[in-house]
């Protein structure tokens, strides 16, 4: 046995100890952080107070494809390029940070997990031959200011949320129905509202109740 000067065989230098290894740790770190902050699109433009109709605006795209893209992760097959640089574009105008956009965009591209049964021993799913078709939604197109004003209607229902009955078309006829339902409640007389299946009776029903409650009238309704 060799031993070193000033030490003996009973009592040997002492190893150094060993050096512990921060590479695991860091990439650990490292790969927390890049998970994404939001579970949902939706829940990302909710923290930052961005309605689903400003993303309608700055990218054209319909109300039902902008919703799949938030709630869904699913982009449209075809414009999906131009419509992620116009979103991107936004988020910069409303005056987010870079890791703050970066968030959001991974929060609008993660498709929700699949579910899976609890039950143990399922029978596993059969794959099938068919090909699935990948679903091309529609760009929406805006209403112009003629369609509008032949449409009587101030803002368009496909983008901006109904305030008020101004803001829903109606035909010349179902104006004259109600004008004469409203003057036949007020001041008394008989008035029977005819028509076929979907042609606006219920709604007529329901706008009288609402002219009554939102007016004031004394009028007593009977259904």
């Given at each position: 046995m060799?031993?070193?000067?000033?030490a003996?065989?009973?009592?040997?230098?002492?190893?150094?100890?060993?050096?512990?290894?921060?590479?695991s740790?860091?990439?650990?770190?490292?790969?927390?952080?890049?998970?994404p902050?939001f579970?949902?699109?939706?829940e990302?433009l909710k923290?930052?107070?961005i309605p689903?109709s400003?993303?309608?605006?700055?990218?054209g795209l319909?109300?039902?494809?902008?919703?799949?893209?938030?709630?869904?992760g699913?982009?449209?097959?075809?414009g999906a390029?131009?419509?992620?640089e116009?979103?991107d574009?936004?988020?910069v105008?409303r005056?987010?940070?870079?890791?703050?956009?970066?968030n959001?965009?991974?929060?609008l591209?993660k498709?929700?997990?699949?579910?899976?049964s609890?039950?143990?021993?399922?029978?596993?799913?059969?794959?099938?031959?068919?090909?699935?078709?990948?679903t091309?939604?529609?760009?929406?197109?805006?209403?112009?200011a003629k369609a509008?004003e032949h449409?009587?209607?101030?803002?368009?229902?496909?983008?901006?949320e109904?305030q008020s009955?101004?803001d829903v078309?109606i035909?010349?006829?179902?104006?004259?129905?109600?004008?004469?339902?409203?003057?036949?409640?007020?001041?008394?007389?008989?008035?029977a509202v005819?028509?076929e299946?979907?042609?606006?009776?219920?709604?007529?029903?329901?706008?009288?109740?609402?002219w009554?409650?939102?007016d004031g009238?004394?009028i007593a309704?009977?259904?």
């Amino acid at each position: 046995m060799s031993c070193k000067p000033g030490a003996n065989a009973l009592n040997p230098i002492p190893k150094r100890p060993k050096e512990k290894n921060h590479t695991s740790a860091a990439m650990t770190i490292n790969n927390a952080s890049s998970a994404p902050v939001f579970a949902t699109g939706t829940e990302a433009l909710k923290t930052f107070g961005i309605p689903q109709s400003d993303l309608c605006k700055a990218t054209g795209l319909s109300r039902s494809a902008i919703s799949r893209i938030c709630v869904h992760g699913e982009w449209p097959a075809f414009g999906a390029g131009p419509a992620l640089e116009q979103i991107d574009a936004y988020l910069v105008r409303r005056g987010l940070t870079h890791n703050q956009q970066r968030n959001v965009m991974q929060a609008l591209h993660k498709k929700l997990a699949p579910e899976v049964s609890n039950t143990p021993g399922a029978v596993p799913q059969v794959p099938t031959t068919e090909t699935e078709e990948e679903t091309m939604l529609l760009r929406h197109i805006r209403f112009t200011a003629k369609a509008c004003e032949h449409f009587r209607i101030v803002r368009d229902p496909f983008i901006d949320e109904l305030q008020s009955a101004d803001d829903v078309f109606i035909t010349d006829g179902i104006r004259e129905v109600r004008a004469a339902l409203r003057q036949t409640a007020k001041y008394g007389g008989m008035l029977a509202v005819v028509g076929e299946v979907g042609s606006g009776k219920s709604i007529l029903r329901r706008d009288l109740h609402e002219w009554i409650n939102r007016d004031g009238e004394s009028i007593a309704v009977v259904e």
